[in-house]
């Protein structure tokens, strides 16, 4: 029998109201991980934390971070660990983090995977952390980057092919202008790619093979593979 959302709340062999804890989004750019942890935080109420999307907020305040980060991210090569492990340290440090928290795109490469691991460890009653994989093809994910539009008002993510607003160009809630991402085009989608595949990727070995783990099909309604998702916690936190 699957597990359900009621199972991760409830804790299905002991009745006890069992918390989400740690989740890790991993996958290609692409792959749904925005998306998807915006379906989570709805369900669960803990916070998305997306290294992505911190980058950005400091690139459009002008921060010395975001000055150094600006071009690095244009080009689609990564930050140095350093700078995002910080950037999460502080992140992590907010109150809302405390009955979990889903980190979208972060760890990004093996010293990020370990550092993150030994915070964790340093921290007795944290829940071990769990990390789901989302996997689909190249050619979809070209698709899904090169289409990909978003609200700058309510962070909505459309896209043009197959998720597109009612309104061409047009947020369906606010009004707005939807707008694409310097690095949402096919050259920087291909260096994105060469980054995953020599960076990331061993950080999917490295949780495949030591961490509470599952793959799951990207490929499909953002509903269903929300369920796919939450049935993969609820089975690694029993
Ligand atoms: P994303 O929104 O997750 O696709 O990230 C956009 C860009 O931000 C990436 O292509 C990187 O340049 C940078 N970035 C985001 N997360 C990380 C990370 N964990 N480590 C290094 N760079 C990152």
């Given amino acids: ?35 998807q942890a915006k379906e989570l935080v709805k369900l669960w109420g803990i916070p998305q934390i997306s290294t992505g999307d911190l980058l ?32 999460v340290a502080g992140r992590l440090k907010e109150p809302d983090t ?10 990004r490469t093996l010293p990020q995977a370990t550092w993150l691991d030994s915070r964790l460890a340093g ?33 909505r993510i459309y896209n043009v092919y197959s998720n597109p607003p009612r309104q061409e160009g047009f947020c369906d809630v606010e009004g707005a202008a939807l707008v694409q991402r310097a690095d949402d085009t096919e050259e920087v989608f291909a260096e994105r790619m060469r980054a995953y595949t020599a960076q990331t990727a061993p950080v999917v070995e490295h949780y495949r093979a030591h961490g509470r783990f599952a793959e799951v099909d990207g490929d499909g309604t953002i509903a269903a ?12 936190r029993k």
Avoid at 5 to 25: F, H, N, S, W
Avoid at 61 to 86: C, F, H, M, Y
Avoid at 100 to 107: A, N
Avoid at 225 to 233: H, M, R
């Fill in 123 to 155: 921290q007795g009653e944290a829940l071990p952390v769990i990390a789901v994989s989302l996997h689909v093809d190249y050619n979809q994910l070209l698709r899904r980057i090169t289409g990909r539009r978003n609200c700058p008002v309510c962070q």
């Fill in 1 to 35: 029998m699957s597990s359900t959302m009621a199972d991760v709340e409830r804790g299905p062999e002991t009745g006890r109201k069992t918390l989400p804890g740690p989740i890790l989004l991993l996958g290609a750019p692409g792959a749904g991980k925005g998306t």
């Fill in 98 to 107: 405390a009955r979990g928290y889903i980190l979208d795109g972060f760890p």
């Fill in 56 to 87: 950005r907020a400091h690139v459009a305040q002008g921060t010395a971070l975001g000055k150094a980060a600006k071009d690095v991210i244009a080009r689609g090569i990564l930050v140095p660990d350093s700078v995002v492990n910080e950037m």
């Fill in 225 to 236: 593979i929300a369920a796919g998702i939450v049935a993969a916690v609820g089975r690694l």
